[in-house]
């Protein structure tokens, strides 16, 4: 027989579980067991529309059984099993998720150098199959799949590789024989494996939600045969039971489940390390009835942004595992949102296909998304401090699919956005910003740019500033398109602070300063060509000589957003340079334009690059910039 290797991923992995010394190595029944109940999972479902499987669910269960002799604990479970290829595809390669992460996370530790840790972050992975090996030297799994004729042995004693082989099986299923290790010198005592009371224990800590039933003879004393009352002596008899409860976390009352309970039960099933930043548990009764346990991570899932990242919820019913990850059970925007749906409602006599256009569904889905939105809105208004972690972590998606199919769901989203305010100096929402602003202000005011510090500095916030108006921070490219989408938020339409016009009381009246300077204006224009579209005495600036505005329609951050994504079609904002002029860089080109022409050119040059970089527009010609500042003091 063929020894075949290991892929070299999982040979580190496997040599890691061989040798490792981490402390709670009984985790590996958890993940054994866990392995058993998904492929119920799959068989069970099958059931529902393959008359063949011959079974219902409640034939379906887990049995444990000990060798002492042996030294043997087997797994056995009746689910949908392997077949030869998925036996090499799915036990000799790294198949599981919680494994590569576990792998990824130690490569980054023993980049940091810190070779000796790694091994106490194994239990926060699902790490799966693999971790038998920490307790066993040798491992054979014998399995038949639903629906052929054959079965088959895999028999592994570790690094060196694996064999498969036909073998005789009867039943449909899997059993997992571990060879339990001989106790070492060390404080590890492995014999504990092969006895009825650790693993029971294991089982109820561990296992105890699992929803098929996991037996295992249990030694019960009983009166010997002839031993009378006065004189007892006792035998060991053994019989039957199941050691879980099989009575899901989501499906107990909340009362009788604890905060720690849940958390533990979200680090271990979504394989996160750190505790959900919040999570609802969900009775419907009703019209629609079902049950529900959503999670909300503390940080972005680490494939988020990635096609590997699936999201949906797991949708049950009547105890019977439908879909995996369930997408119409939660809207685009909450897609972060990870849980349990049950609900003894649904129609299981249609395909999975037909069941997502189920009205059913679609009544707990509307339900989920409200249940959602009224924790998120409750804590906005409750609990600030944490509305804002989780805006850190999942705001944009909101604000991205708040601007998708034109705005379709502004209504539904638009008040759990937040933006920096330059005047609270921090997050506030748009209702907050409208309540707030004076009555004689009519837009919401925006600027766009990087970052905080460089918007502070704008000049065209300036007359704002002074008039004691508050201006939201746009630092997120979708800003911008948020103010453009929506338009008005309370009937207050928004306004960037580039826009020619800022709607100022009597700001009409000093556009007539235009006129005073006809000749200058008409110079810098001249100087400046095409480059402007127009040339303003600015009602904005105050201690700033210059500064360029967009007059409305595109600003200049889109135009450096559409320049990114499609740069040969650039979209371009239009360009007034608006000039304060009662500010002594104003009067100095004045005066150079009637005496050295040729010096007041150059002023027009370094009012405009200077307007652009405000604006945070590229200079076009960079170094020819520089020779021309320079050329001032030749
Ligand atoms: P995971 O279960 O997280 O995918 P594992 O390394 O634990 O990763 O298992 C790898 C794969 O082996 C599983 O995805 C499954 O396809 C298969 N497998 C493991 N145990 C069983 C079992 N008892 N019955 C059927 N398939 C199994």
Not at 524 to 529: A, D, Q, V, Y
Request: glycine share 6%; aromatic share 10%; proline share 4%.
């Amino acid at each position: 027989m063929e020894k075949k290797e290991f892929q070299t991923e999982s040979k580190r992995l496997l040599d890691l579980m061989i040798n490792s010394i981490y402390t709670h190595k009984e985790i590996f029944l958890r993940e054994i067991i866990s392995n058993a109940s998904d492929a119920i999972d799959k068989l069970c479902y099958l059931s529902l529309t393959d008359p063949g499987v011959g079974m219902v669910r409640e034939d379906f269960k887990i049995v444990i059984t000990i060798d002492k002799e042996k030294r043997t604990l087997t797994v056995s479970d009746n689910g949908i099993g392997m077949n030869e290829e998925e036996l090499s595809n799915n036990l000799g390669v790294i198949a599981n998720s919680g494994s590569l992460r576990f792998k990824q996370e130690l490569e980054k530790s023993e980049k940091a150098g810190e070779s000796a840790q790694p091994i106490d972050i194994i239990g926060q992975f699902g790490v799966g199959f693999y971790s038998a090996f920490m307790v066993a030297d040798k491992i054979i799994v014998e399995t038949k799949k639903y629906g052929e004729e054959k079965a088959y042995r895999w028999e592994s004693e570790g690094a060196d590789g694996y064999t498969v082989s036909g073998c005789a099986k009867e039943n449909v299923g899997t059993d997992i024989i571990m060879h339990i290790r001989e106790d070492g010198e060390e404080a590890d005592e492995f014999s504990k494996y092969i006895r009825e009371y650790t693993i029971y224990k294991l089982v109820k800590k561990y296992s105890d939600y699992v929803r098929y039933p996991i037996k295992m003879l249990m030694p019960h004393p009983e009166l010997k045969e002839g031993s009378t009352k006065e004189n007892p002596e006792y035998e060991e008899k053994f019989e039957y039971e199941t050691l879980n409860s099989m009575e899901p976390i989501w499906q107990k009352p909340k009362s009788k489940v604890t905060e720690e309970e849940y958390k533990a039960f979200y680090k271990e099933r979504y394989e996160d390390p750190d505790d959900p930043q919040f999570y609802l548990s969900v009775n419907a009764e009703g019209n629609i009835e079902y049950k529900a346990l959503l999670f909300v991570p503390a940080h972005m899932p680490r494939n988020y942004d990635t096609e590997d990242f699936k999201p949906g919820l797991t949708l049950y019913s009547s105890g019977i595992k439908i879909i995996d990850h369930c997408e119409q059970l939660l809207p685009d925007y909450f897609n972060f949102v990870c849980g349990i749906v049950d609900s003894p409602d649904l129609n299981l006599n249609i395909s999975r296909e037909m069941l997502q256009q189920d009205r059913q569904l679609a009544l707990i889905a509307a339900n989920i998304e409200k249940k959602i939105k009224n924790e998120l809105e409750r804590m906005l208004k409750n609990d600030r401090d944490s509305y804002e972690k989780f805006y850190k972590n999942f705001g944009r998606r909101i604000k991205v699919c708040a601007l998708d199919d034109y705005g379709a769901k502004k209504e539904v989203l638009q008040d759990l956005l937040m933006f920096w305010s330059s005047k609270e100096d921090h997050f506030i929402t748009l209702s907050e910003y409208v309540e707030k602003m004076p009555e004689e202000q009519k837009f919401i005011y925006y600027a766009s740019g990087n970052t905080n510090e460089g918007l502070d500095k704008l000049p065209q916030t300036e007359v704002l500033k002074e008039k004691n108006m508050d201006i939201l921070y746009f630092t997120d490219k979708a800003d911008e398109f948020v103010a453009d989408m929506f338009r008005k938020y309370k009937d207050k339409p928004f306004r960037s602070v580039i826009d020619g016009d800022l709607g100022l009381e009597g700001e009409e009246n000093k556009d007539n300063e235009k006129d005073t300077f006809p000749e200058t204006f008409a110079f810098i224009k001249e100087t400046l060509g095409d480059r402007i579209d127009e040339v303003k005495a600015s009602t904005k600036l105050k201690s700033h000589p210059v500064c360029l505005t967009s007059g409305g329609g595109i600003t200049f951050e889109m135009e450096k957003y559409f320049k990114a994504v499609s740069p040969n079609m650039p979209m371009k904002a239009k360009r007034i340079l608006e000039v304060n002029t009662r500010h002594k860089a104003f009067l100095a080109l004045d005066m150079a334009r009637i005496l050295e022409p040729e010096k007041g050119k150059k002023y027009c040059e370094i009012f405009y690059n200077q307007a652009c970089m405000i604006a945070g527009l590229p200079v076009d010609d960079p170094s020819g910039y520089t020779d021309l500042l320079v050329s001032l003091w030749q």
